[in-house]
Structure formats: C-alpha cells, structure tokens
C-alpha cells in the first residue's frame, strides 16, 4: 500500500516516472517528462515541470524533488484527469480510496496516461470523443448488445492464443461483427467509439506499455450493457496491441496522420494479408448464448434504471434542491463521465458535476464515497445538452445556508453554490433554491 502522508512518497513518485519515461520510446515525439503534472495526495497538490509558479503556489525547497507547492487540493484537480493550470495544459493525478492501494510504480503509469491525454489534446484534437453521445446510445439494443458480446470475445481469443493463424482470424471475427453492429447504428455513434478508442484505449495501451504489461483485461463474460464509455480503455488498448503483431509501424503512421482509427486500420493490414474468409468462429450455441445473455443484459438495465431512481428517492436527510425554467436552464461546466449514469427521470451523478446559470453556479465534488449524489433533470430531449430544470442532491452534512440582499450561497461537504436574485425554502427535510421566479 502506498501512504502519501510525508514528501518520501512525493519524490518517490516523481523518480519512478522518470525512470518509467526512460526506459523506452512509449509513442513517436511523446515525452511524458515535458508534460506538467499536478498531483493531489490527499492532503496538498503538487506540481512539477511547470513553466513558471502560478497563483497560490509556492517553490518546494528540497533538492531531490523539484516541485511546487499548493496546501489543500487545487481548484482544477477534480480526478486523475487533464487539468488548464493558468493557460498551460498539464496532467493530473488525484490520490483517494480508489488509489489508496496501488504502487508507486502503477500511480507512475498512471500518471503517464494522463500526460499522454495532454499529448492527444495538443497533437490530436480530433481523437477526443463528445461526452454527450454517451448518454444517447442504445444501450437497451440487443441486437446490438449481441454483436457487441461476440466481438468482445473474438477479441479477447485473439489476445490469449499464441497461434498466429488463430489469432489473425479471431482478429477478423471481432471485426466482422463490430462491422455488423455498425451497419445497424447511426454514425455518429461508431465515431463515437473510435475516437473513445484512440483517446482512451491508447492512453491504456500506453500505461501498460510504461511498466511492460503484456495483458489486456478483456472479460470473459463481457461488459455490462450501459458499460459503454469503460469498454473503450480496454478495447482500445486490445487493438493497439493487435496491431503491434500485425502492422508493426502503426504508431508512425498514426502520429502523422489523424484520419485513422484502430480497427480499420487493422481491418485494412489483415485483407492486405490475405485475411478473407474465417478459419475459427463460434458455434451455433454459443452464439445462441450471446444472445440470450444480451436480452438479460437489457431487461438487467431497464429495470436497474427502475431501481436506482427508487433507492435515490428514498434516501433519508435533507435534500437539497435548485429549480428553474426551462427557458433558462441550468447548464453543464464539468461531470465526470465514468460517475454518470441514465436512471428513470434523469441522470444520476455519484462523484462530480458543476453546472452555470446567468446568475450563479453549484459545484459537488465527493472524494471518498461518501454517499452525496445528485440528480438532474433535462430540459428537454438530450439528458446533458438540453440543460437541466431541476437538480437534487441527497447524503449532504452540515448545509450552511447564507441570505445576502438576494443572493443565496450554500457550503457542505462536497458541493458550494452561489446565486444571485435567488429565492431560498428552508425546512427540516428540504432545501430549495428557486431561480428566474420559479414557484
């Protein structure tokens, strides 16, 4: 277990991704040791590599460890994410209970994915996936659900079989079905894959590649049927290493040339080999099996949907509420996508969403599962991009409400807010914030 509780660990940190770094070219003209990294450890954030000494920061004065110094976590590191630190770019690594048992060496790795996604942001803006298709995907499909399950397990024999010819025609069979799957989904929606692969796959594939991790963690029974955003590290990363057998120059060319995705450009080098029929497929009844197992999967989400929206409204405690017009909505300024889930009615948000209106914003950020979530309702068809009429926020502690001439702040743990020409309710069990006269 690692413990970031005195500056040992700060420098131990920073020496182990300069010895990951220099061990080997990780992807052409990327070096993560020319990329900013701020790091929260739970306590305080530092940052390292950073041109200058933004506001609040102060020089480290220690001679092992060339950092700055923020006490308390830094406005702009909300996850292990990319953060805009005053203009420059940099990556982020934020330490809480999901870290609290990795290795110096994997927090290393770690933070190498994250400076390879400011990599992609400068020289590949396009592989950058929009968020808000996600929460539009038929996920209930299972058809598609289907496809989805028999590619995933084509890929994953791929991975596990050393026989080159085994390999190459598992290789074509994922293909085949993710080519299938595509002629029955829009085409926003298969960009929205690729590129979710490019991004997240290849920040994976590179992680693994820091500390010569051969595997991929494809499972044997599939992703879960909403599980679309998180299927795209470990999908991704398996055709990056695919392509390492078949195309061993693939990285070269997908540093100079944007337009490409990772399963046509494998598709295309395996029918230059001559690739055109299958050798291996499934049989009948285990395709029989995907089948059943997707229509499961649906009817398993739907009614989870169901559920989830139940158990939210039974929380006990305050709830805490802000509610406007869907003429001027509440709107998104930040989410953490792998915490944001489609229940019945709206979103469910369990770790982080900040939302902006014309006379204010809210922000809730829970670390340390603390059992604070929140929920937002749409303002009309799409669940993010509509803008929200309502949000809700239950398993908030010590609310302190302030009333100023008319403006409204609230402080708890995990989420402040601040409007203005607001109108507040207050009772035992509920908080209300109402905006533009809403009754």
Partial sequence: MTDFK???????LSHEIERLSAQRELWPNFNPLTIPLAFY???????????????GFTELKDKECDALFFSGR?????????????GT???????????????????????????????????HPDWQADIGTLFLYPVEDEQLLALRRIETEALRLALTTDDIQEKRSWACRALNARNNRYDRMDADLSSFERKGELHEGLATYIESLSVERKTVDLPKNGYRADN???RFYQVGHALAVL?????????????TNDAQSLDLYLGVTLEKEGEQSLHIDFTQSEIANFEKTASEDAR?????????????????GVRFSVVTSSTAPLRVNGIDPSNALIIDGGVLHTRYIKLRHEKGQIEMLTLLNDGVEAMTEAAGSHPLYSGFT??????????????????????????????????????????????????
């Fill in 74 to 86: 830094h406005p702009t590191v909300i996850a292990s994410s990319i953060v805009n630190i005053e």
């Fill in 89 to 123: 770019l940099s990556a982020s690594l934020l330490i809480d209970k999901s870290h609290s048992r990795q290795t110096t060496t994997e927090l290393a790795s770690l933070a190498i994915h994250e400076a390879f996604h400011v990599f992609q942001a400068e020289g």
């Fill in 228 to 230: 679309v955003r998180g």
């Fill in 243 to 255: 392509l390492d057998t078949f195309a061993p120059t693939w990285k070269t060319e997908f540093e």
């Fill in 390 to 439: 309502k949000l809700i926020v239950v398993g908030l502690n010590n609310i302190a409400v302030k009333t100023d001439g008319g403006s409204v702040s609230v402080e708890s743990d995990g989420l402040s807010a601040y409007f203005e020409k607001a109108r507040v309710d207050k009772s035992d069990t509920h908080i209300t914030i109402y905006l533009n006269n809403q009754a």
């Fill in 41 to 55: 450890d739970g306590n305080n954030t530092y940052l390292f590599r950073y041109p200058g000494i933004p506001e």
């Fill in 6 to 12: 005195d500056l040992k660990h700060v420098k131990d």
């Fill in 300 to 316: 398993k989400l739907i009614n989870e949907r169901s559920e989830r929206k139940r158990i939210f409204d039974s929380r006990s």
